[in-house]
């Protein structure tokens, strides 16, 4: 076929390259533009593409990035292009209905989570944070209502007890890539079928804001521990040590300990126990403001942290 493919992040390069390896010609990558970085802490005169550029040209296919995806010159120019179906991983804006039914087999998306459960910008750190047992992929057509569209294939996976949002995403990917190799075949050969998702069912994930990961150190240790993994490794679970933002990661249940919610309770080989609401969690590494990640051991032999300190309030030092 004939494919135009839209991506942006790390999470899309597994699905083009599997587009690529199994002989689809992809006439084209739409991409988001390239972003500026730090350049030595200071100045941001450096580019970066996106991942999925990366691999664009590293294969050859033609790249557009547009600021929006709208506007006659735009459209005119995939028109050009005659695609037969567009593929849409994590690209990062909305497209018009014009874009969607431009391919003359329409647009399908591959969404990390079994639709119509968490639509939106965030699925794979929200099943984690829920405590979900089950994630997944859907592979489905694309319509203007957000994730709404009908499902042509659901590829269901178990989330592992000690999975990391950053772990889980990772073979998202992959499942991902898998299954839109297989919708493309059933789509060609006539045999897909498409389910409609039940709109009364549906929950959203929304996009994750700064708040969305502090850590509420009254809640129970479990949902401490899976609010931890969700946003392991980014955008990292935060807290308070006092007045100053640290972020932590691999985060356990650790049985046996309690105190007052976010007493650094005491250090156990490389890591912390921290108290919560009910029970405390084992905390494995911690990222402070202009400091390299460590073991939490090492923040508290090194005094970044103290046994009885609390963690969570935001006084000043």
Not at 192 to 211: F, G, P, V
Not at 218 to 231: G, K
Not at 292 to 303: D, P, S, T, V, Y
């Amino acid at each position: 076929m004939r494919v135009l493919f839209w991506g942006t992040p790390d999470f899309a390069t597994p699905a083009l390259r599997a587009l690529v390896g199994e002989g689809h010609d992809v006439v084209a990558v739409v991409t988001q533009p390239d972003r500026s970085r730090a350049n030595g802490g200071r100045s941001r005169s450096s580019l970066d593409a996106s991942p999925v550029k990366v691999v664009a040209t590293e294969e050859g296919i033609p790249v557009l990035q547009p600021d929006r995806p709208r506007g006659e010159d735009f459209v005119s120019s995939l028109r050009a292009l005659e695609p037969d179906v567009s593929v849409v991983v994590a690209y990062g804006h909305i497209l018009s209905k014009e874009v969607i039914d431009l391919p003359r087999l329409g647009t399908l998306n591959i969404h990390a989570s079994l639709l119509p459960l968490y639509r939106g910008a965030a699925p794979i750190q929200a099943a984690i944070r829920d405590g979900r047992a089950e994630s997944g992929v859907s592979i489905m057509r694309m319509e203007v209502a957000l994730d709404a569209g009908p499902v042509i294939l659901a590829l269901p996976t178990p989330i592992l007890p000690d999975e990391t949002g950053g772990e889980l995403q990772l073979r998202l990917a992959e499942i991902g890539a898998e299954g839109i190799v297989e919708a493309l075949a059933l789509l060609d050969l006539g045999g897909a079928t498409e389910t409609a998702q039940r709109a009364e069912a549906a929950t959203y994930a929304k996009k994750i804001e700064r708040a969305d990961a502090q850590i509420d150190w009254n809640a129970s240790a479990a949902v401490v521990e899976r609010l931890i993994r969700a946003f392991d490794p980014k955008p990292g679970a935060w807290t308070f040590r006092s007045g100053l933002e640290v972020k932590l990661y691999g985060a356990r249940v650790a049985t046996g300990h309690s105190g007052p919610p976010g007493t650094v309770l005491t250090g156990e080989g490389d890591a912390i126990i921290v108290a919560c609401g009910e029970g405390a969690v084992r905390v494995l590494d911690v990222h402070g403001a202009g400091r390299k990640r460590q073991r939490a051991g090492e923040w508290l032999r090194g005094r970044g942290v103290a046994v009885g300190d609390v963690l969570g309030a935001p006084t000043t030092p």
